[in-house]
C-alpha cells in the first residue's frame, strides 16, 4: 500500500523567498511521485513528476522536486517565490495500486508582500 | 484543444434526491476518475474506470455509482443525497499506458445538499 504526508496544511513565505513543501512517502514498490497545483476554483494541474533517471525533476513556473529514496521524501522548492504561486499544492505518489494515485492532504501556499 | 469539463459548476439538492454529475473528456483517454476534495481530506477516491463497461470501487464509494457506456463520459450519480456528500467533486483522466503518466483533471462541481 501506498501513502503520502504533507508535513504542513499552511505555509507562509514572503515575497522572493525559498518555498520549501514537504512531502513524504510509503511505497512497497519503486514509487511514481508527483506535484498538484490548484489555484482557486480550479481543478489539479501537474507541476511535475519524477518517474525514473535523475532525482532531480524540474517542473513548470520554476519549481522544482529531488526525489530521495533513502528519505523517502519528495520535497517541492522555489528559490523565489512570487505572489502569483498562492494556490495549494498536492503531493501525489502511484505504486502498486494500478493507474490510481494516492494524493496527500495539501499544503496552502500563503505569498505575502 | 482537448480537455476535460463537468456539469453542471455549481449545485443544490436536497436530502434524498438523485443527483448526477456529467464528466465529459476529448483527450481520448481510457482512464476516468472521481475524486471527492473536502478540507483536511485532500482528494479521495469514489470510482474509477479503466476503459469501456469497466468501473472500480474506490475509498469512498458508499452512496455513489458510475458507468462508463463510452470512452469520453464518466457519469456521477448519488443515488440518495446526504448531507455528508456536500463536498467539492473532480473528474480525472489519464492514458491507459504506465503508472507514469499524469491525470488531467476537470474544474469541479461544487456541490451542497440541504
Known amino acids: 500500500a501506498q501513502s503520502v504526508t504533507q508535513l504542513g496544511s499552511h505555509v507562509s513565505v514572503s515575497e522572493g523567498a525559498l518555498v520549501l513543501l514537504r512531502c513524504n512517502y510509503s511505497?512497497?514498490?519503486?514509487?511514481?511521485l508527483f506535484w498538484y497545483v490548484q489555484y482557486p476554483n480550479q481543478g489539479l494541474q501537474l507541476l511535475l513528476k519524477?518517474?525514473?533517471?535523475?532525482?532531480l525533476v524540474k517542473g513548470i513556473n520554476g519549481f522544482e522536486a529531488e526525489f530521495k529514496k533513502s528519505e523517502t521524501s519528495f520535497h517541492l522548492t522555489k528559490p523565489s517565490a512570487h505572489m502569483s504561486d498562492a494556490a495549494e499544492y498536492f503531493c501525489a505518489v502511484t505504486g502498486t495500486g494500478g493507474f490510481k494515485t494516492i494524493f496527500g492532504a495539501g499544503t496552502r501556499l500563503f505569498v505575502k508582500a | 484543444d482537448a480537455e476535460i469539463t463537468q456539469s453542471p459548476r455549481h449545485k443544490i439538492t436536497e436530502t434524498g434526491r438523485q443527483v448526477t454529475l456529467a464528466c465529459h473528456q476529448t483527450w481520448n483517454h481510457n482512464n476516468m476518475f472521481w475524486y471527492r476534495q473536502d478540507l483536511g481530506h485532500g482528494l479521495r477516491l469514489i470510482h474509477y474506470s479503466y476503459g469501456v463497461h469497466d468501473t472500480n470501487k474506490g475509498e469512498v464509494s458508499d452512496g455513489y455509482s458510475v458507468s462508463r457506456s463510452n470512452t469520453e463520459d464518466l457519469p456521477l450519480t448519488l443515488e440518495s443525497a446526504a448531507s455528508s456528500q456536500t463536498s467539492v467533486y473532480f473528474c480525472?483522466?489519464?492514458?491507459?499506458?504506465?503508472?507514469?503518466?499524469?491525470?488531467?483533471f476537470g474544474p469541479g462541481t461544487r456541490l451542497t445538499v440541504l
Open positions: 511505497s512497497s514498490v519503486p514509487p511514481y
Open positions: 519524477y518517474t525514473t533517471g535523475a532525482t
Open positions: 480525472a483522466s489519464s492514458e491507459r499506458a504506465g503508472r507514469f503518466n499524469e491525470q488531467f
